[in-house]
């Protein structure tokens, strides 16, 4: 979204095949010209080259997914989608064998000069997490992935007389009818029961894998490579065990406090494990406009939080770059896709007249705002955006950033919502922790029996969320809930990503209270660095504390217990 260009209408991008013999013969070609290439100009004008078709093969396979998910009922790109997928795995292969001779190019040192050293960074990092030894391996992981994911949304679950997937099931779990909630949660309880012994079995077979591939590669365990995956170029397993424990202390007892209130609100002698998803006596605050008009609200907000009109918001919209709400054939879910090619994200959800409606709305656009931000930081497409964790940043800071405007949503239960959304993000924090403690303590003993796992989980939910008490749900009792997680199969050691932005966020949040043009300008900072640096580095350079230190965490939890007046 570039000035030079003129903004295309998302209609009249087309999709075509990418072909991966082309890009085949486009690495062959950069490969020769970086081993011989002695100009560091040469070797540039080589790799951008390939960037080019990088660029043009990714744009392609986005553009196959969002059509995609936009009618599930179309054919051609049910298929489309499939050919990408499996290109997508070949195509990632010759990426890391342009960045095995990038690494011992001759011009290697001219090149970090005038580029930066993350490109080198992540080709190193490729390396080190793939080997042709592991290839066999890394296929049979995927397919457990697949087939944990495949089972869950098989669901069928019998309820009231109907029968529900997952996600159907899921708002008759935090039901203001309390009887609703108990029939809900035991329906939940039976379901997983039953496929106890099945994920039990994925699971183990899940570890063993991918300790063998952590071995295969030299790592000591799949701990050591799982940070590399997630590459975490500036802080190690130690860092984020201190920040745990900066949570365990610092947030657990406010969370203690949030479920002591609740009980009280809802006058119940105890807070009972069904209870724990209706926070509000009247249910959670809906919005109180009307979803048609979410697109025009959500661009006027943007304006005004950015201080720029028309916002990227309405330029995106206008332009047929968002698609906010449900409707059949519509995929599910919810996420922000850039087209490379075009320097454009693309805004997909599905809005249903819900809490989280306006939660999602404000995420996604700040994702996408610092894709539009960032499109220019660099020449190379992979360091256009930065780790997992500073994206969720560039997301959730808006959450709160968007909190003063939400009158414009909720009306006079603007205040309800920014409560129950803030209580959230307190009540998330321990519950992140948790999910990526247990990874540690599995990966690190890989041979302990399904039994044992549950118990870990126990031995943390006693740590991390000592409230929980689950009484007749035999499943939960047994210390099973973990495998409602899908991250802890599908991807090992994300989830504290999620958490280390929950901090950063909360941090923008508190100084925006203060001074919310200043808070704006560390914002923007964030945004428009993209992915030229590693996490730290950014903080850092953008002037936000880090979440590994413990005052920060301390100060953090003094100031949301205030926000919250607990
Ligand atoms: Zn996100």
Request: hydrophobic content about 35%; some cysteine; charged content about 30%.
């Given at each position: 979204?570039?000035?030079?260009?003129?903004?295309?209408?998302?209609?009249?991008?087309k999709?075509?095949?990418p072909?991966?013999?082309?890009?085949?013969?486009?690495?062959?070609?950069?490969?020769?010209?970086?081993?011989?290439?002695?100009?560091?100009?040469?070797?540039?004008?080589?790799?951008?080259?390939?960037?080019?078709?990088?660029?043009?093969?990714?744009?392609?396979?986005?553009?196959?997914?969002?059509l995609?998910?936009?009618?599930?009922?179309?054919?051609y790109?049910?298929?489309?989608v499939?050919?990408?997928?499996?290109?997508?795995?070949?195509?990632?292969?010759?990426?890391?064998?342009?960045?095995?001779?990038?690494?011992?190019?001759?011009?290697?040192?001219?090149?970090?000069?005038?580029?930066?050293?993350?490109?080198?960074?992540?080709?190193?990092?490729?390396?080190?997490?793939?080997?042709?030894?592991?290839?066999?391996?890394?296929?049979?992981?995927?397919?457990?992935?697949?087939?944990?994911?495949?089972?869950?949304?098989?669901?069928?679950?019998?309820?009231?007389?109907?029968?529900?997937?997952?996600?159907?099931?899921?708002?008759?779990?935090?039901?203001?009818?309390?009887?609703?909630?108990?029939k809900?949660?035991k329906?939940?309880?039976?379901?997983?029961?039953?496929?106890?012994?099945?994920?039990?079995?994925?699971?183990?077979?899940?570890?063993?894998?991918?300790?063998?591939?952590?071995?295969?590669?030299?790592?000591?365990?799949?701990?050591?490579?799982?940070?590399?995956?997630?590459?975490?170029?500036?802080?190690?397993?130690?860092?984020?065990a201190?920040?745990r424990?900066?949570i365990?202390?610092?947030?657990?007892?406010?969370?203690?406090?949030?479920?002591?209130?609740?009980?009280?609100?809802?006058?119940?002698?105890?807070?009972?494990?069904?209870?724990?998803?209706?926070?509000?006596?009247?249910?959670?605050?809906?919005?109180?406009?009307?979803?048609?008009?979410?697109?025009?609200?959500?661009?006027?907000?943007?304006?005004?939080?950015?201080?720029?009109?028309?916002?990227?918001?309405?330029?995106?919209?206008?332009?047929?770059f968002?698609?906010?709400?449900?409707?059949?054939?519509?995929?599910?879910?919810?996420?922000?896709?850039?087209?490379?090619?075009?320097?454009?994200?693309?805004?997909?959800?599905?809005?249903?007249?819900?809490?989280?409606?306006?939660?999602?709305?404000?995420?996604?656009?700040?994702?996408?705002?610092?894709?539009?931000?960032?499109?220019?930081?660099?020449?190379?497409?992979?360091?256009?955006?930065?780790?997992i964790?500073t994206?969720?940043?560039?997301?959730?800071?808006m959450?709160?950033?968007?909190?003063?405007?939400?009158?414009?949503?909720?009306?006079?239960?603007?205040?309800?919502?920014?409560?129950?959304?803030?209580?959230?993000?307190?009540?998330?924090?321990?519950?992140g922790?948790?999910?990526d403690?247990?990874?540690?303590?599995?990966?690190?003993?890989?041979?302990m029996?399904?039994e044992?796992?549950?118990?870990?989980?126990?031995?943390?939910?006693?740590?991390?969320?000592?409230f929980?008490?689950?009484?007749?749900?035999?499943?939960?009792?047994?210390?099973?809930?973990?495998?409602?997680?899908?991250?802890?199969?599908?991807?090992?050691?994300?989830?504290?990503?999620?958490?280390?932005?929950?901090?950063?966020?909360?941090?923008?949040?508190?100084?925006?209270?203060?001074?919310?043009?200043?808070?704006?300008?560390?914002?923007?900072?964030?945004c428009?660095?993209?992915?030229?640096?590693?996490?730290?580095?950014?903080?850092?350079?953008?002037?936000?504390?880090?979440?590994?230190?413990?005052?920060?965490?301390?100060?953090?939890?003094?100031?949301?217990?205030?926000?919250?007046?607990?």
């Open positions: 979204m570039t000035e030079s260009k003129v903004m295309p209408d998302f209609s009249t991008i999709y075509e095949r072909s991966v013999d082309k890009f085949k013969e486009c690495v062959q070609a950069t490969r020769l010209k970086l081993m011989s290439a002695r100009d560091p100009e040469v070797a540039a004008a080589a790799l951008f080259e390939y960037e080019k078709e990088l660029v043009y093969f990714d744009t392609m396979v986005a553009l196959a997914n969002i995609h998910d936009l009618d599930t009922s179309d054919q790109y049910t298929d489309e499939a050919y990408c997928d499996e290109a997508s795995a070949t195509v990632s292969e010759l990426c890391s064998a342009v960045y095995s001779v990038l690494l011992s190019s001759p011009c290697a040192d001219a090149l970090k000069e005038k580029y930066g050293e993350m490109i080198f960074l992540k080709a190193q990092n490729l390396k080190d997490t793939v080997s042709n030894e592991v290839v066999d391996d890394l296929v049979e992981e995927a397919n457990l992935e697949n087939e944990y994911a495949q089972i869950q949304s098989e669901a069928e679950i019998e309820f009231n007389g109907k029968t529900l997937n997952l996600s159907m099931l899921a708002p008759y779990l935090e039901s203001t009818d309390r009887n609703v909630r108990i809900a949660h329906a939940l309880d039976d379901y997983y029961m039953s496929k106890k012994e099945t994920f039990d079995e994925i699971y183990d077979k899940m570890v063993k894998v991918r300790t063998r591939i952590a071995h295969k590669l030299g790592y000591k365990n799949f701990t050591e490579l799982g940070y590399k995956r997630m590459e975490r170029y500036d802080y190690n397993r130690e860092d984020v201190k920040f424990e900066a365990r202390k610092y947030i657990v007892p406010i969370t203690v406090k949030i479920r002591e209130l609740q009980k009280e609100r809802f006058g119940y002698d105890e807070l009972k494990f069904y209870d724990l998803p209706c926070i509000f006596k009247n249910g959670n605050p809906v919005p109180s406009v009307k979803m048609e008009d979410y697109r025009k609200i959500s661009g006027d907000l943007f304006a005004e939080v950015l201080g720029v009109k028309p916002s990227f918001f309405d330029v995106l919209s206008d332009h047929g968002t698609d906010l709400i449900s409707r059949k054939a519509k995929s599910t879910g919810g996420y922000c896709m850039y087209l490379e090619e075009y320097a454009i994200p693309f805004i997909f959800m599905n809005a249903n007249g819900t809490a989280d409606d306006v939660a999602t709305i404000v995420h996604e656009g700040g994702h996408a705002y610092a894709a539009i931000k960032s499109a220019e930081v660099s020449p190379f497409v992979e360091c256009l955006s930065p780790t964790e994206c969720e940043i560039h997301s959730t800071s959450e709160f950033l968007t909190y003063p405007y939400m009158e414009k949503f909720y009306g006079e239960n603007a205040q309800a919502y920014r409560e129950l959304h803030m209580t959230q993000a307190l009540l998330f924090l321990p519950y922790c948790m999910v403690e247990f990874q540690h303590i599995i990966y690190d003993d890989p041979d029996t399904p044992q796992r549950h118990q870990v989980w126990l031995d943390l939910e006693h740590k991390y969320q000592p929980i008490k689950y009484e007749d749900h035999p499943f939960h009792a047994m210390g099973g809930a973990w495998m409602k997680k899908d991250h802890i199969f599908t991807t090992p050691f994300y989830y504290i990503d999620y958490c280390l932005a929950h901090m950063c966020s909360l941090e923008l949040w508190d100084e925006s209270e203060e001074d919310y043009k200043s808070a704006l300008i560390k914002y923007n900072r964030l428009e660095c993209g992915g030229n640096e590693t996490f730290l580095k950014i903080l850092e350079g953008v002037g936000l504390a880090s979440p590994f230190d413990v005052d920060t965490v301390k100060r953090l939890a003094f100031r949301t217990c205030e926000f919250l007046e607990l």
